[in-house]
């Protein structure tokens, strides 16, 4: 019992010595302050799309045929009209020389039965025979001309052939893909959008798309065409954007990441860091007489590193926008440069 007394009388003696020494100030925060200005905040609509080639063709053989000579370099330009390929054509040649000379025969022919008909010696029935016989004849030759320029391939348009996958001496089917022609000078870009946002976008309207092939440039383009119909299965309209594409950056096949740029507006802003975060409360903490007051405030959408306040502070309020972790309501604070006060250490807050 007298023991117990004891150490009793002794944890009351070290309560109180504890008691009684100071309590060491608080540090004053050390933090960055800076004016509540105004920034450019954009609505945006994110999709995918795939972007597609502003004219694309495969040029096919027409028929079955030996080629003769290949006209275009791997990944080469080739111009509206140049021939790509040629096949084999000495049959066809030949038959055209052979209808050119009936041809030849059937008006020498026609024009002596139409002198003989002048003087008398020959019928209308005769005459219409051979007028028969002569278009038939001119019919046959451009049949075989025809035939000979399906035995040339030419580029229907401006672009950059693809990779060469034959060459001269093969034997192709009708059929056989023989080059690639791509007008990459601007870029399709399609891509969807749900029907709940139909009335955010219009034609004109312009947009921002970012390749992982170059996630540094964004590419700027505009919509060109929105799908008259609506897809019921998946409730998504299709809208397709035009890229310009000079340096031939973007490639048909690339899948890029769309933005629409729906409207612009002048809004407060503050850094992302400012901004503290309650459960569903947002607030900022704002600087007078050296104390930091937190302020609830409403926030918008969250661009560049910048948050949009939509209420709550007026523009010109220092706001903090380093250190609010150390910060609670109407705690005093100092800004850089400024010395602590007597008492507390150099380093407080920093």
Known sequence: ?????????????LSGCGAGKPQKPRPTALVEVAPLSRATFTDSLDAVGTALANEQVILSAPVTERITAIHFADGGYVARGQ????LAQGQETAELAAAS?????????????????????ATSASLDQQVALASAARANAQLARA??????IRA??????????????????????IATVSDISRIKLDFTIPE????????????????????DRPFQGTIATIDPVIDPATRAVKVRAILPNPDRALKPGMLLTVGVLSRQRQSLAAPELAVVGDGDNRFLYVVEDHK??????????????????????????AIVTEGVVKLSDGVPVRLPGEKPKGGEPAKAGG
């Open 1 to 13: 019992m007298r023991s117990s007394l004891t150490i009793a009388i002794l944890f009351i003696s």
């Open 83 to 86: 021939v790509i390929a040629t």
């Open 101 to 121: 000379a009936q041809a030849m025969q059937a008006m020498q022919q026609l024009s002596r039965i139409q002198a003989l008909k002048t003087r008398g010696f």
């Open 147 to 152: 035939s000979i320029g399906d035995r040339v």
């Open 156 to 177: 229907p348009f401006s672009g950059w052939a693809s990779l060469r996958t034959v060459s001269a001496g093969t034997v192709v089917t009708a059929g056989t893909p």
């Open 196 to 215: 709940t946002r139909l009335s955010a976008i219009r034609e004109g309207q312009p947009i921002r798309a970012v390749s992982a092939a170059w996630p």
């Open 292 to 317: 930091a007051r937190r302020v609830p405030v409403k926030t918008g959408i969250r661009q560049n590193g910048l948050v949009e306040i939509l209420d709550g502070v007026k523009p010109g309020q």
